[in-house]
Nanobody, 115 residues
Framework: QVQLVESGGGLVQAGGSLRLSCAAS????????MNWYRQAPGKQRELVAR???????NYVDSVKGRFTMSRDNAKNTVYLQMNRLKPEDTANYYC?????????WGKGTLVTVSS
């Protein structure tokens, strides 16, 4: 069984920063990709950032230049560094991992950005 545990959420003012972590129970090198999703109240879930097994990253346009996804294979952990946060970034953030024919989800961590 694969477990993903997010941490690092909290309450910050606009312009502030947070660093989210996602710790996996196994080697993250076994996944084709890992992703950060978010879901704001009353909105659909959206893909925020992705990192492939080769290390390339992709971001939704609204966070480009502000968010950076990274990984530490030795710690089986991926991160999402969020800078210059905006109220529109308020959401539950979920870690996601992909394998062939499989996908896994964490329980989420709440990020609240006040104006």
């Amino acid at each position: 069984q694969v477990q993903l545990v997010e941490s690092g959420g909290g309450l910050v003012q606009a312009g502030g920063s947070l660093r989210l972590s996602c710790a996996a129970s196994g080697s993250i090198s076994s996944f084709n990709a890992m992703n950060w999703y978010r879901q704001a109240p009353g909105k659909q879930r959206e893909l925020v950032a992705r990192i492939s097994i080769g290390g390339s990253t992709n971001y939704v346009d609204s966070v480009k230049g502000r968010f950076t996804m990274s990984r530490d294979n030795a710690k089986n952990t991926v991160y999402l560094q969020m800078n210059r946060l905006k109220p529109e970034d308020t959401a539950n953030y979920y870690c996601n991992a992909e394998r062939t024919s499989m996908t896994y989800w964490g329980k989420g961590t709440l990020v609240t950005v006040s104006s």
